[in-house]
């Protein structure tokens, strides 16, 4: 089953706990995308991928980063997180980045920072 | 740069009833259009798409969408709601080129409850 996966599901932690939340795909696709989405402001990219070892800054990378050096595998890092980063994240993959199909979405993680 | 503007946070409506969700957005190259649906803790579904050709576009659960090139809008309508259409429904371009090629952005999102 063609599917992006998302682990954890569900976290709570503290801050400046650094934490990782993984990110895969099985369809073999270049583009893989992080968004976050908050009451009232929609998603909001956080960081891209065109291809393996290609990254770069969506619209909201402070506080972030990633690393894509297999191609099914996009890992979102916080390294010292803040409460302002307690947010509902989707990861999101596509075949190319200007090919004319769907964005598939992950389930998303609820994260909570205290 | 692209932006999209939904211009109703909440939509509330009755079943049966039609309803129409509001989206205007701005690009300076040519975009794709999208509607996305969330329902209650799922991730996002891609409800309809605009690439090309015929403005009115459907989805396969009554939903319709037409791209008004001279007003920048891809409002989505259904003429009869369900129950089960509650869920939060996302208006989302993607650039075909420019510096932003590829990239997806959404709107604020619009909260439609429908009643019994």
């Known amino acids: 089953e063609a599917q992006v996966t998302q682990n954890p599901r569900y976290l709570i932690t503290v801050t400046g706990k650094k934490l990782t939340v993984t990110c895969s795909q099985n369809?073999?696709?270049?583009?893989m995308s992080w968004y976050r989405q908050d009451p009232g402001l929609g998603l909001r990219q956080i960081y891209y991928s065109m291809n393996v070892e290609v990254t770069d800054k969506g619209d909201v990378p402070e506080g972030y980063k990633v690393s894509r050096k297999e191609k099914r595998n996009f890992p979102l890092i916080l390294e010292s997180p803040s409460p302002n980063q307690t947010s509902l994240y989707f990861c999101a993959s596509s075949l190319s980045p200007g090919h004319q199909e769907t964005q598939y979405f992950g389930p998303g993680t609820r994260l909570l920072v205290l | 740069a692209q932006s999209v503007t939904q211009l109703d946070s909440q939509v509330p409506v009755f079943e049966e009833a039609p309803v129409e969700l509001r989206c205007n957005y701005s690009?300076?190259?040519?975009?794709?259009l999208f509607w996305y649906v969330q329902y209650p803790n799922q991730g996002l579904q891609l409800l309809l798409k605009y690439l090309s050709g015929s403005t009115l576009v459907e989805s396969i659960n009554g939903f319709e969408a037409e791209f008004n090139k001279s007003q920048t809008s891809f409002h989505l309508r259904k003429p009869s709601v369900h129950i089960s259409d509650t869920a939060e429904y996302f208006c989302?371009?993607?650039?075909?080129?420019?510096?932003?090629?590829?990239?997806?952005?959404f709107g604020q999102g619009t909260i439609l409850t429908v009643h019994p």
């Open positions: 989302a371009v993607r650039t075909t080129g420019g510096t932003s090629y590829g990239k997806l952005t």
């Open positions: 369809m073999n696709h270049e583009y």
């Open positions: 690009s300076s190259v040519s975009v794709y």
